[in-house]
């Protein structure tokens, strides 16, 4: 079955650029997007159809996808941008998440 | 503006069903389609299936023989039926509306928690 690949956890310090990356073969040839989860809450998409932001999502956001890896960057991040995130595709008429990467503001 | 509820037990004991009913406000469910996904406590989220109004269902393959995902359009609401759970069952369960084509979800309802146990 197919499968997306994250990195665990990332570090950031505030202010600098912080970047996710989300892993599958030929990813780049399918929609990637990224959805932020903070502790207690439901998900919140930030990221579609690769670079897309949803109305309300900062523009600090955006994305990328080519190849086998999708890219979600966070410009200037701030200490608010400390959460989880998922990236997800759709394979073979299904949905598949990426495990998660751990954001850390510090 | 889009809202999505969740509700349904909150313990169900192994073997029996899950059972979990979505109301959907602020759309249409004859206009788009709907989705259930699932998150253990501390895990990642895992897909579930999805309904359009029409009746044409996918479930993830994994979970295929247990689910079935049903729509009531006179409610505007969608069902959860999840078959012979155990503990690993147990998870927050999230109904979510899913834009078809290019296959993202834009609106998540707050969750439930459903625990498996005797």
């Known amino acids: 079955s197919y499968g997306l690949t994250q990195p665990p956890s990332v570090s950031v310090s505030p202010g600098q650029t912080a970047s996710i990356t989300c892993s599958g073969d030929q990813l780049g040839d399918k929609y990637a997007c990224w959805y932020q989860q903070k502790p207690g809450q439901s998900p919140v998409l930030v990221i579609y159809e690769d670079s897309k932001r949803p109305s309300g999502i900062p523009e600090r956001f955006s994305g990328s996808n080519s190849g086998n890896t999708a890219t979600l960057t966070i410009s200037g991040t701030q200490a608010m941008d400390e959460a989880d995130y998922y990236c997800?595709?759709?394979?073979?008429?299904?949905?598949?998440f990426g495990g998660g990467t751990k954001l850390t503001v510090l | 503006q889009v809202q999505l509820q969740e509700s349904g037990p909150g313990l169900v004991k192994p073997s029996e069903t899950l059972s979990l009913t979505c109301t959907v406000s602020?759309?249409?469910?004859?206009?788009?389609?709907w989705s259930w996904i699932r998150q253990p406590p501390g895990k990642g989220l895992e897909y579930i299936g999805y309904i359009y109004y029409s009746g044409s269902t996918d479930y993830s393959p994994s979970l295929k023989s247990r689910v079935t995902i049903s729509v009531d359009t006179s409610k505007n609401q969608f069902s959860l039926k999840l078959s012979s759970v155990t503990a690993a069952d147990t998870a927050v369960y999230y109904c979510?509306?899913?834009?078809?084509?290019?296959?993202?979800?834009?609106?998540w309802g707050q969750g439930t928690l459903v625990t498996v146990s005797s």
């Open positions: 997800q595709a759709w394979d073979s008429s299904t949905v598949v």
């Open positions: 979510v509306r899913l834009r078809p084509t290019t296959n993202y979800f834009d609106y």
């Open positions: 602020g759309a249409s469910i004859t206009s788009y389609y």
